[in-house]
């Protein structure tokens, strides 16, 4: 069904160490080949998995890190149990340079364990590798994080950051969906996920019609890309993607980057609130605060506010810092009753 997804844009040229304004403030996704095939990782990794994990082992602290681990029935989809109530994998904290070891034991298996080491924070963990491997991404603070597995299957799930992943060992197929594509992508629970994230119930490698019919429609909207060692992906703010390793050992390294001040609160802790004190509202009510969220939120511009004195508007006034926390503390005080 996905293997007729459009192509996910390209371009090619592009230096890590000059990126532009214009192409990080996209919002349609970009493959950059090559952007970062100079990197010291990518050329290790683009001549072996050993070569790329002797280079990782230069950097790499010996205290545990949080690797996942799913039996090799799971195929390498880091999932629900039956039932929603569980997960099929385990959590174990394990020495970075022991992961290693592992992934490389496990090369020539036909049907080894799914590992994975997700979301690992470059600076903690690999200190100094990025001296010799990183994205210059202009103002922007960006979180950088490495990503390490054999072949393994992460389910489409959205991110609020923009972001920007690089291959630098292995191949992965990136399968990316707008965010408009939500309700055709079956997501599971908000507050229960495999890593942090709502994710898709549906399995790509075989999609159930019966049980998820209108993923037809999403498969429509799809685009896909495989990465080699140094190619790298765009993915604006909350596209779904799913991430699929290719190769015996795989490693990611992204950069997750925010336009908004720090002092902004996330938009999902909005719709947990909403889901807390306006879904279960009778719907004649939910019609009055669409139209309050409408007129407040969604809507809102100078004539909103322009009949209010300027020192009287309060939470209705621009958001800066001071005012972010006096209203994050009101907040507060009125969950915490």
Do not use: K
Not at 172 to 182: A, D, I, N
Not at 252 to 265: E, G, I, Q
Not at 294 to 311: K, L, M, N, P, S
Request: proline share 8%.
């Amino acid at each position: 069904m996905l293997e007729h997804a459009e192509t996910i844009a390209e371009r090619r040229g592009l230096r890590p160490d000059a990126l532009d304004a214009t192409l990080l403030a996209s919002t349609q996704p970009v493959v950059l080949r090559g952007l970062v095939a100079d990197w010291p990782m990518a050329r290790a990794g683009a001549a072996s998995a050993r070569e790329a994990v002797d280079y990782l082992r230069r950097f790499a602290r010996a205290e545990p890190v949080v690797a996942t681990v799913a039996a090799p029935e799971s195929q390498g989809r880091f999932f629900y149990a039956e039932g929603q109530q569980g997960f099929n994998f385990r959590s174990e904290r394990v020495p970075l340079p022991v992961v290693l070891d592992t992934l490389l034991r496990y090369l020539d298996e036909a049907a080894p364990p799914a590992i994975y080491v997700g979301s690992t924070t470059i600076d903690t963990w690999l200190p100094g590798f990025r001296a010799e491997n990183d994205l210059d991404l202009g103002p922007n603070t960006p979180l950088a994080s490495i990503w390490i597995g054999n072949r393994t299957r992460i389910a489409a799930h959205q991110d609020v950051p923009d972001n920007i992943a690089c291959v630098v060992a292995g191949r992965r197929r990136v399968t990316l969906f707008p965010p408009e594509q939500l309700a055709n992508l079956y997501i599971g629970p908000l507050d229960r996920t495999p890593a942090g994230q709502a994710v898709s119930l549906v399995d790509f490698a075989q999609p159930d019609l019966q049980a998820h019919p209108r993923f037809a429609e999403a498969a429509r909207h799809a685009q896909v890309a495989v990465l080699e060692p140094g190619d790298a992906v765009l993915i604006p703010s909350l596209w779904w993607h799913h991430m699929e390793g290719l190769e015996p050992f795989n490693v990611l390294v992204n950069y997750w980057w925010r336009r908004t001040p720090a002092y902004m609160d996330s938009p999902m802790n909005a719709l947990m609130l909403a889901l807390l004190s306006i879904r279960d509202l009778p719907a004649h009510e939910r019609e009055h605060w669409r139209e309050v969220f409408r007129h407040y939120v969604f809507d809102a511009d100078a004539q909103t506010v322009a009949h209010i004195a300027e020192g009287a508007r309060g939470a209705l006034a621009p958001m800066d810092e001071a005012r972010a926390r006096e209203l994050r503390a009101r907040l507060l005080q009125r969950l915490n009753r």
